[in-house]
């Protein structure tokens, strides 16, 4: 239970954690005052941001751009996997699968393999845009899966739904260092000028 004045344990005893008041010492003028402003204070913010910067710049800059040729893994599973989607969408459908609304969703499963079909061509070849497509259907999956899993109404269901995620979420975050070093510009030494 959460009040305004503090955090209330199992047997109504006031937390004071956070203010590093122990026993039943009364609690020291401004507390909580001091301790907000403490949060808000402009410097200490600014030196904040300045360590995560300096942080990011250092990640940054161990990043080296993709060879060319060069293939990482997640890329190259992720590639397999999108050819793998649309080829089982188009002969699955082919064998006949029942396809929930008709003839409507014909189109809907072609449109899928087209669209699987190019993000495997475009990851193969190292293409910014494929990637992040495919990143986004990834994120759609995990969040669709992560949802229905809490609606999960039988064992069958549950296991799908732990199995999309755990195939798509490492796949997910793999992606995303493969984003950044397709988007690094090829570091060459710069040529003197005149």
């Not at 959460?2 to 507390?31: D, F, I, N």
């Not at 899928?112 to 990834?138: H, P, S």
């Not at 195939?167 to 950044?180: D, E, G, N």
């Not at 070093?181 to 040529?191: D, G, H």
Request: aromatic letters at 6%; charged letters at 20%; a positive charge.
């Amino acid at each position: 239970m959460r009040c305004a004045s503090g955090w209330r344990g199992p047997l109504g005893q006031r937390s004071r954690k956070r203010r590093g008041v122990t026993g039943s010492e009364p609690p020291s003028a401004g507390g909580e005052a001091g301790a907000e402003s403490r949060r808000s204070d402009p410097a200490r913010q600014t030196d904040r941001y300045a360590r995560g910067r300096e942080r990011d710049a250092a990640v940054r800059s161990a990043l080296q751009p993709l060879a060319p040729g060069e293939r990482p893994r997640s890329l190259t599973i992720s590639a397999l996997l999108a050819a793998l989607l649309g080829a089982a969408n188009v002969v699955l459908l082919a064998a006949g699968w029942e396809i929930q609304g008709g003839g409507q969703s014909v189109v809907g499963v072609l449109l899928f393999a087209g669209l699987m079909g190019a993000a495997a061509i475009g990851m193969w070849q190292g293409r910014y845009w494929a990637v992040l497509g495919f990143e986004a259907l990834l994120g759609i999956a995990i969040i669709y899966a992560a949802l229905a899993l809490l609606v999960a109404s039988n064992l069958e269901a549950v296991i799908r739904c732990v199995a999309i995620i755990a195939v798509a979420a490492p796949l997910f975050w793999s992606l995303i260092r493969v984003m950044a070093r397709l988007q690094l510009p090829s570091r060459r030494p710069q040529e003197p000028v005149g």
